[in-house]
Structures are given as structure tokens and as C-alpha cells.
């Protein structure tokens, strides 16, 4: 006589829900309190919560770098870094690199020298550019080129993308 067993059914698995918690970013000299899951990433705290959308997602993997913002001066691909780890850090986006009536010389830069096409990597590469000036280790040609070699740019501007940024760290090192 054989003997079945009847299985009972798995119990549903209970999704862990983490609540929104509140985070205090300092954006371009301004300080806003979010409200937002522990895991949000700095790229969509920026774009989806503060309507900062001037910073790019690209790969969303570290990838490409049209991410990039500075973070107390230092580059950083915003989409590998949470948002809660920047709190009491000062966080710069492009929007807070210049303005439209006086235009931060990087951005001169790239418009002096066309440095763009589609313009979707641009504000990465920019503050990817004012991160490297502030390492303040870039002094040659073949240096800019690799030490920015982590800003893709789908368009293949970067011959003129190269000069622009070469232009403004000579003339902010009085080399040129
Ligand atoms: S979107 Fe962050 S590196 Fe590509
Ligand atoms: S200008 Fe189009 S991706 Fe760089």
C-alpha cells in the first residue's frame, strides 16, 4: 500500500518593505530633506526627487560616467552611491557649476570649442573636468585624456571635448 503526502502549500514570501526615511541632501548650497527609501541612489534622489535632471543616467552601472557630480569637490558616478552616504556632504551638479548669464569657464570651454553633439554626456564630462582640476594632477595632454577616459561619449566628441578642458586647466595653471 504506498502512502501519499500532500505538501502544504509555501507560505507567500513577505516582501521586505524598508519605510522612506528622511535624508538631508546640501545641493548647490541648498539643503532639502527627502523622504525616500534607504536604497535610493544619488542619481535618482537628484533626477526623480529634486527635479535635478541636468545629471544623466546613462548605464546606471558605473559605466559611462554622464553621472558624474562632485561631492565635497571629488567626482563620484552618482548612480554607484547612495543617497543617505552623502548626508553633511556638499554635492554639486551641473546646475550648481554656473549659470546662464555667467557661465562656469568649463562650460564656455565646450561651447568655444564644440564640444558636444547630442549634449547627454556634456554635464558629466563637465563635472568630471572641474573634479579632475581640483585633483590638480592632470599637467599633459595624454594625462586629461586618460585620467577622463571614464566619461563615455557616444558621439565621439572627445577630440574637441579634450581641448576644452585642456584649455580652461592652462589657463587656470598659467600654462598657456
Ligand atoms: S549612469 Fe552612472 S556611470 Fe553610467
Ligand atoms: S555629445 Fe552625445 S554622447 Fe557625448
Known amino acids: 500500500m504506498s502512502t501519499h503526502y500532500i505538501q502544504k502549500p509555501l507560505s507567500p514570501p513577505v516582501a521586505a518593505v524598508a519605510p522612506a526615511q528622511p535624508v538631508t541632501l546640501h545641493v548647490n548650497g541648498q539643503d532639502h530633506t527627502l523622504h525616500i527609501a534607504p536604497w535610493t541612489t544619488l542619481l535618482d534622489a537628484l533626477r526623480e526627487y529634486l527635479d535635478l535632471t541636468g545629471t544623466k543616467k546613462g548605464c546606471d552601472h558605473g559605466q559611462c560616467g554622464a553621472c558624474t557630480v562632485l561631492v565635497d569637490g571629488k567626482r563620484i558616478n552618482s548612480c554607484l552611491s547612495l543617497a543617505v552616504m552623502q548626508e553633511g556632504c556638499e554635492i554639486q551638479t551641473i546646475e550648481g557649476l554656473g549659470t546662464e548669464e555667467n557661465l562656469h569657464p568649463l562650460q564656455q570651454a565646450f561651447i568655444d570649442h564644440d564640444a558636444f553633439q547630442c549634449g547627454y554626456c556634456t554635464p558629466g564630462q563637465i563635472c568630471s573636468a572641474q573634479g579632475l582640476i581640483n585633483e590638480g594632477r592632470a599637467k ?20 574637441n571635448i579634450l581641448t576644452a578642458v585642456e584649455e580652461v586647466i592652462h589657463a587656470q595653471n598659467g600654462t598657456r
Do not use: V
Open 140 to 159: 599633459t595632454t595624454a594625462e586629461i585624456r586618460e585620467l577622463m577616459s571614464g566619461n563615455l561619449c557616444r558621439c565621439g566628441a572627445y577630440s
